[in-house]
């Protein structure tokens, strides 16, 4: 079945630096992605949506500056994470839809855990 | 009020029970609704979709109830690896923005 994959899956951090998730779809074109965050026993809440060879569009309350999405291809979207505080510690998992699958099921990748120390 | 709402349980159950729970959305315009299963630290896994007439997938069963918005689950002769969480996830429109309860957890003991 179709694939997405993320990397890297773990990461720890300084406060202050800034971290690149990558989102790929591994046997498919994504013209769409989605990026979430999930924070301890939590529900994934959509951050934006990456649509490719265009601007991603963001959810209400957060900061495309900090949150800077480019997905220039149609099988990669990457995430990075600006200046990076404790505070944005989370799970970060993106999603896409094989737009050749039933149903439209959109699959997940295996999430990223970022730690900022 | 949150888009999707669970019990949050935690259901601990023996093997072989029967569990079911709901989950309640508050968008009448909801048009799609699923079943995803996420264990601890992992990515969520499409359980299974629900349909208006109800569906069943093995040992699974889903229910929709548009009238009184909610869904059901339902997991028939409990196995130990069905413990995990179980997230409703409903989808506004076909723009596959998905919106996600946070989940209940089960717990299935020998």
């Known amino acids: 079945g179709a694939v997405v994959s993320q990397h890297p899956s773990w990461v720890i951090c300084k406060s202050g630096t800034s971290v690149k998730i990558e989102c790929r779809s591994l046997?498919?074109?994504?013209?769409?992605m989605f990026w979430y965050r999930q924070f301890p026993k939590q529900s994934l809440m959509l951050m934006a949506t990456?649509?490719?060879?265009?601007?991603?569009?963001?959810e209400q309350g957060v900061e495309k500056d900090k949150f800077l999405i480019n997905h220039a291809s149609l099988t990669l979207s990457t995430l990075t994470v600006t200046s990076a505080h404790p505070e944005d510690s989370s799970f970060y998992i993106c999603?896409?839809?094989?737009?050749?699958?039933?149903?439209?099921?959109?699959?997940f990748g295996e999430g990223s855990r970022l730690t900022v120390l | 009020r949150k888009e999707v709402e669970q019990d949050p349980g935690p259901f601990n159950v023996p093997e072989g029970a029967t569990v079911a729970f709901n989950c309640t959305y508050s968008?009448?315009?909801?048009?799609?609704f699923f079943w995803y299963r996420q264990d601890c630290r992992k990515e969520p896994k499409l359980l299974m979709s629900?349909?208006?007439s109800g569906n069943e997938d093995g040992r699974f069963t889903a229910q929709l109830n548009r009238a009184s918005q909610y869904i059901s689950l339902l997991i028939r002769d409990s196995k130990l690896s069905d413990s995990a969480t179980y997230l409703c996830?409903?989808?506004?429109?076909?723009?596959?923005?998905?919106?996600f309860g946070a989940g209940t957890t089960v717990t299935v003991r020998a």
């Open positions: 999603s896409a839809r094989d737009p050749q699958g039933i149903n439209g099921e959109l699959f």
């Open positions: 046997d498919f074109q994504a013209t769409t």
């Open positions: 990456s649509n490719e060879g265009s601007k991603a569009t963001y």
């Open positions: 968008n009448s315009a909801s048009q799609s």
């Open positions: 629900v349909y208006s």
């Open positions: 996830v409903v989808s506004r429109s076909n723009d596959y923005k998905l919106s």
